[in-house]
């Protein structure tokens, strides 16, 4: 069954319930920056905490790694990204719309290119005003930064200023020396998490004394200054990403890579994505990344059709020899078996937290009738819950309220909770179902008399009464999965 939002209904949603706001939005937003608001954060950190455990915690041969954003820009040169990290970019000369060529390519193909993943030609003609588009042109996506003090526009300024008046030689001159100056201040914001794993290799194989095979998962953000960032928070320039490097020996990389393309698709599965909505397909040899032998990618099936969740990529020997050459460093293995120093192979799974949350939400969302009323109900595993238990009072009448707020301090150390006292309880009901709260408990007027409340839960909608007392035991048994 396909989900049942669209993207503009699910950006709404998102918006409407503090999951997702614009970033920067009240001046104008940013193109491809987002803001994770109060349920929004709660989603992500759970489901980073679900990758970890399943991927660090609950695996005797991978350990984590935390690595600074900016690197030694060699660390870009050496990974084939100042050379190859570009997409082709195209322009109207009409409308002045930018596409990426290749995108244009899948999505309007021309009758000579539609064919496969990788058309053979680029268009020719702007899709919406059918004016005529440039040549393509690449485009490097790493974001540059400048480290230490320099204030470019300020040196350009400068030097435009003295150079008034100068001749044509000693202007260029000084041109030249500033551009210099520059490229040994560039940096960049990184555009994978990857790298500062293989230029750690040997710091993480030395401290952690792990033998072959052993994988480093780290999950922080990366950059790409996207031509066309869109599709809501699918592509973005800022986000995040989950990946692990599997270093294992040459000839069981194979075998390692249909373990981890398995191991990630459960994944997904242990966490609620239906079986109709996710897939896996073999990448083409015309789409592989240059590091690529073989990659495999999850897909969801996203409103705009299947797109990539995480990708698995057997990335060989590449990086640690591109490093080793670059670095003048021994990246390598001992082995005890042979005796002999090893360049492993690399298996890397990597996913999308801004995609992982967007189809975990998609997934999960349902609408149902209930007494003649449509009910929303985000059906989320609550391990992933951005809150496990609602606390409602009936009503604010003055005798509920000291005992509604004796509950909630009960469970606020256990639990992430909310209080809700607004509205009707049915409305409130429907407010932490949209949200995906599993349970909710609620403080009535036999509380006063009797020390109990009533457990709700989202998805049957039945009810529980339960002592004070035992409440927090009796949530943790229903909640034992998220613990
Ligand atoms: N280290 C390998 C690597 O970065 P990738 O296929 O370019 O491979 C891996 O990215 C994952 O990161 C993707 O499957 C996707 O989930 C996420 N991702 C990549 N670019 C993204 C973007 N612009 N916005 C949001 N997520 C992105």
New binding site residues.
Partial sequence: MAPKLTMDKFASLCKRRGFVFQGSEIYGGIG?FWDYGPLGVELKNNIKRAWWKAVVQERPDVVGLDAAIVMNPRVWVASGHVETFADPMVDCKSCKRRFRADELAREHPEPEAAHGHRPAAYPTRCPDCGGELTTPRMFNLMFRTYVGPIDVEAEFTRAIAELQGEDWERASARIRDLKDELDRATAYLR????QGIFVNFDNVLTTSRKKLPFGIAQIGK?F?N?VT?GNF?????E?E?M?IEFFCRPGTDEEWHRHWVEERYNWYRRYGIREENLRVRRLDPDEL?HYAKDTY?IEYLFPMGWS????I?NRTDFDLKRHSEFSGRQLTYFDDETGEHIVPYVI?P???V???LMAFMMDAYDEEEVRGETRAVLRLHPALAPIKVAVLPLSRHEDLVPVARRVWDLLRPHFMTQYDDAQSIGRRYRRQDEIGTPYCVTIDFDTLQDEAVTIRDRDSMAQVRVPIANLVDALKERLADCL
């Fill in positions: 491809g555009p994978e998490t990857a990366a790409r996207e960032p928070i699918f592509r973005d320039r986000f990403q990946e990344a990618e990539e969740l995480e990708g990529a890397e990597s996913a999308g801004d995609r992982c």
